[in-house]
Nanobody, 117 residues
Framework: VQLVESGGGLVEEGGSLTLSCRAS???????????ANWYRQAPGKQRELVAS???????NYSDAVQGRFTVSRDNARKTVYLQMNNLKSEDTGVYYC?????????WGQGTQVTVSS
């Protein structure tokens, strides 16, 4: 079982990116059993939670990304998404998806997002 992330890259300020996190080898009932989260870690800083979504609920966001990021999940595809709009240089960092299930916590390998000013 692993979380496979994709969608990172280099973008100019004001641009958009969509990150994906697909649960490979995980049965659907496990994927559905808990919240999915996106964290990020900027150079020299601690990892921080930016967005979270539970089944049947709307997303929750940190103040830094509220109004610009949208988290969603497709349980049938066992995939979590993070749509990032109006990106700022301070959004630069490695983004990690995290899935909390009744089995254990799972983490993606991280994907680099770089926003140039």
């Amino acid at each position: 079982v692993q979380l496979v992330e994709s969608g990172g890259g280099l973008v100019e300020e004001g641009g958009s990116l969509t990150l994906s996190c697909r649960a490979s080898g995980m049965i659907t009932s496990v994927f559905n059993s808990g919240p999915a989260n996106w964290y990020r870690q900027a150079p020299g800083k601690q990892r921080e939670l930016v967005a979270s979504i539970s089944n049947g609920r709307s997303g929750n966001y940190s103040d830094a990304v509220q109004g610009r990021f949208t988290v969603s999940r497709d349980n049938a595809r066992k995939t979590v998404y993070l749509q990032m709009n109006n990106l700022k240089s301070e959004d630069t960092g490695v983004y990690y998806c995290n899935l909390k299930t009744w089995v254990t916590d799972y983490w993606g390998q991280g994907t680099q997002v770089t926003v140039s000013s």
